[in-house]
């Protein structure tokens, strides 16, 4: 059906914009032609879906902070070394996300992307109570694989409905908006964690018939009921319109065969989109990829690191690290959005030219960061760290969704995630195995993470500098076809 203003209607608004096709809420057809809007969702609308995501974002890096946080009990529990407690946090949560993420991101190109959401959210909590009764290795490494497998088409998702909810001078305060979801994660993940392992710390183990549960395991159990309240929000938000493709942009065909339909589900025609732009996608790719290898590292590894290296206990290291890392993530957020504003003003590829910028500032503080002299220099650099990331996140996201075609930006959106989970999987995995196999020694975990940054973020500074003038080129040929 065709999308027209409404007028007097307090649900939608105008921005005028030169002849933009529209197609109806989740389906790839198009809706019509608009001669002189493009109409979006209300403000309160837009904003009101970008809340519930943001929720739901808080709970994944909330469990991911947290599983850091439990990683020196994880490891005595179950008796692991560190290669094997690497492996638990990196690779096998993304052993499902690589047969099943690129499908299921696919439904967010073709179904209601709130319901999509919806169904992710709830199967994460289910899984995480299900790690919560885990009786051994294997049962709780199966846990960690499907969580991944529900939360894979959260992000993409999320990304193109929020593409869609906001006009794209809005995007990039909307992508910084978000961010909350990882700060609030990030920082409470790591305040109320430490309390709640203090709590459970001296529980003994509980049981129901067969099931044996250990004090620590009881948070996982928890942590379901809030992801359950977050997947009912999802039915109150408004599925808004997609805007149709620029012309030329490689898509999926339309009445293909069963084989071809299949073909386009396991990412296809994503992958053709991505190698037709290569010039402007490869180094973006390859430079998230490389620095997610430090970023989750280091997450992952940060608790166990200042245990071993400055003897501090769960409780210390939650309260001064939640601190740090959320005083500097509000900073990040600032001086990222305030600091691609100023650049939009005089370049157009200004949110690959505030990446390229920001990544060198990472590199600093992520090799000092280990080697300070005591506990909290060592947090204090690796949160000055974390500022310049959060600062370069929101524009290193807007940018995909910028030169992305909307009938494919889930699945695009998926594969460019899909780097960041994978390596930055790996990176956990590559410093538990550089800590087995070269350094050896448990108190002197600093140097694996210290060679990890010298190896990988140089590298990723160069692959952003190297896409910006793509980029740039990109935009201008989107901007000249009113895109």
């Given at each position: 059906?065709?999308?027209?203003?409404?007028?007097?209607?307090?649900?939608?608004?105008?921005?005028?914009?030169?002849?933009?096709?529209?197609?109806?809420?989740?389906?790839?057809?198009?809706?019509?032609?608009?001669?002189?809007?493009?109409?979006?969702?209300?403000?309160?609308?837009?904003?009101?879906?970008?809340?519930?995501?943001?929720?739901?974002?808080?709970?994944?890096?909330?469990?991911?902070?947290?599983?850091?946080?439990?990683?020196?009990?994880?490891?005595?529990?179950?008796?692991?070394?560190?290669?094997?407690?690497?492996?638990?946090?990196?690779?096998?949560?993304?052993?499902?996300?690589?047969?099943?993420?690129?499908?299921?991101?696919?439904?967010?190109?073709?179904?209601?992307?709130?319901?999509?959401?919806?169904?992710?959210?709830?199967?994460?909590?289910?899984?995480?109570?299900?790690?919560?009764?885990?009786?051994?290795?294997?049962?709780?490494?199966?846990?960690?694989?499907?969580?991944?497998?529900?939360?894979?088409?959260?992000?993409?998702?999320?990304?193109?409905?929020?593409?869609?909810?906001?006009?794209?001078?809005?995007?990039?305060?909307?992508?910084?908006?978000?961010?909350?979801?990882?700060?609030?994660?990030?920082?409470?993940?790591?305040?109320?964690?430490?309390?709640?392992?203090?709590?459970?710390?001296?529980?003994?183990?509980?049981?129901?018939?067969?099931?044996?549960?250990?004090?620590?395991?009881?948070?996982?159990?928890?942590?379901?009921?809030?992801?359950?309240?977050?997947?009912?929000?999802?039915?109150?938000?408004?599925?808004?319109?997609?805007?149709?493709?620029?012309?030329?942009?490689?898509?999926?065909?339309?009445?293909?065969?069963?084989?071809?339909?299949?073909?386009?589900?396991?990412?296809?025609?994503?992958?053709?989109?991505?190698?037709?732009?290569?010039?402007?996608?490869?180094?973006?790719?390859?430079?998230?990829?490389?620095?997610?290898?430090?970023?989750?590292?280091?997450?992952?590894?940060?608790?166990?690191?200042?245990?071993?290296?400055?003897?501090?206990?769960?409780?210390?290291?939650?309260?001064?690290?939640?601190?740090?890392?959320?005083?500097?993530?509000?900073?990040?957020?600032?001086?990222?959005?305030?600091?691609?504003?100023?650049?939009?003003?005089?370049?157009?590829?200004?949110?690959?030219?505030?990446?390229?910028?920001?990544f060198p500032l990472v590199t600093v503080c992520s090799i000092a960061g280990p080697?300070?002299?005591?506990?909290?220099?060592?947090?204090?650099?690796?949160?000055?760290?974390?500022?310049?990331?959060?600062?370069?996140?929101?524009?290193?996201?807007?940018?995909?969704?910028?030169?992305?075609?909307?009938?494919?930006?889930?699945?695009?959106?998926?594969?460019?995630?899909?780097?960041?989970?994978?390596?930055?999987?790996?990176?956990?995995?590559?410093?538990?195995?550089?800590?087995?196999?070269?350094?050896?020694?448990?108190?002197?975990?600093?140097?694996?993470?210290?060679?990890?940054?010298?190896?990988?973020?140089?590298?990723?500074?160069?692959?952003?500098?190297?896409?910006?003038?793509?980029?740039?080129?990109?935009?201008?040929?989107?901007?000249?076809?009113?895109?």
């Amino acid at each position: 059906m065709a999308i027209g203003p409404v007028a007097a209607a307090p649900e939608i608004f105008a921005e005028s914009l030169a002849e933009e096709v529209l197609v109806a809420p989740g389906t790839g057809a198009p809706a019509g032609v608009q001669q002189s809007a493009r109409i979006w969702p209300s403000t309160g609308a837009a904003y009101w879906a970008l809340t519930v995501i943001i929720l739901a974002t808080f709970l994944t890096f909330f469990d991911q902070v947290m599983f850091g946080m439990l990683a020196q009990r994880i490891k005595a529990s179950f008796g692991l070394t560190d290669a094997q407690l690497g492996f638990l946090a990196g690779p096998a949560s993304i052993i499902c996300y690589l047969f099943v993420g690129i499908p299921l991101a696919r439904m967010a190109d073709i179904y209601p992307r709130k319901y999509v959401l919806l169904g992710g959210v709830a199967v994460v909590s289910v899984i995480t109570a299900a790690g919560g009764i885990a009786q051994n290795f294997t049962q709780f490494v199966l846990s960690r694989v499907f969580l991944a497998a529900g939360g894979s088409a959260h992000a993409p998702s999320s990304y193109s409905l929020l593409a869609d909810a906001f006009p794209p001078r809005m995007i990039p305060r909307a992508f910084a908006l978000l961010q909350f979801g990882f700060i609030g994660g990030t920082t409470l993940g790591a305040m109320i964690g430490g309390f709640l392992i203090e709590i459970t710390g001296h529980w003994g183990t509980t049981t129901f018939g067969p099931l044996h549960i250990l004090g620590w395991q009881w948070i996982m159990i928890w942590l379901a009921i809030p992801g359950l309240i977050v997947a009912v929000l999802f039915l109150t938000i408004s599925e808004p319109a997609r805007l149709a493709s620029p012309p030329g942009a490689v898509e999926p065909p339309r009445g293909a065969s069963l084989f071809r339909s299949f073909l386009t589900l396991t990412g296809l025609d994503a992958a053709r989109a991505i190698h037709a732009n290569g010039k402007v996608y490869y180094p973006l790719f390859a430079g998230l990829a490389l620095s997610a290898v430090e970023t989750f590292g280091l997450a992952f590894w940060r608790v166990p690191f200042m245990i071993r290296t400055y003897g501090w206990g769960e409780a210390q290291i939650g309260a001064v690290m939640g601190v740090m890392i959320l005083v500097a993530s509000l900073l990040g957020l600032l001086l990222g959005s305030t600091f691609v504003e100023w650049l939009a003003k005089r370049h157009k590829d200004a949110n690959v030219r505030a990446v390229a910028i920001f990544f060198p500032l990472v590199t600093v503080c992520s090799i000092a960061g280990p080697m300070m002299p005591n506990g909290y220099l060592a947090l204090l650099t690796m949160s000055v760290g974390a500022m310049f990331g959060i600062a370069g996140a929101v524009p290193q996201n807007a940018a995909i969704q910028r030169v992305t075609p909307n009938a494919m930006r889930g699945q695009v959106t998926a594969i460019y995630l899909f780097m960041f989970t994978f390596f930055g999987a790996m990176g956990s995995f590559v410093i538990g195995l550089v800590q087995n196999y070269v350094v050896r020694v448990d108190a002197q975990l600093w140097k694996s993470l210290t060679l990890t940054a010298v190896m990988v973020l140089p590298l990723a500074c160069v692959c952003m500098i190297r896409a910006i003038r793509p980029y740039r080129e990109e935009v201008l040929r989107l901007d000249a076809l009113g895109h």
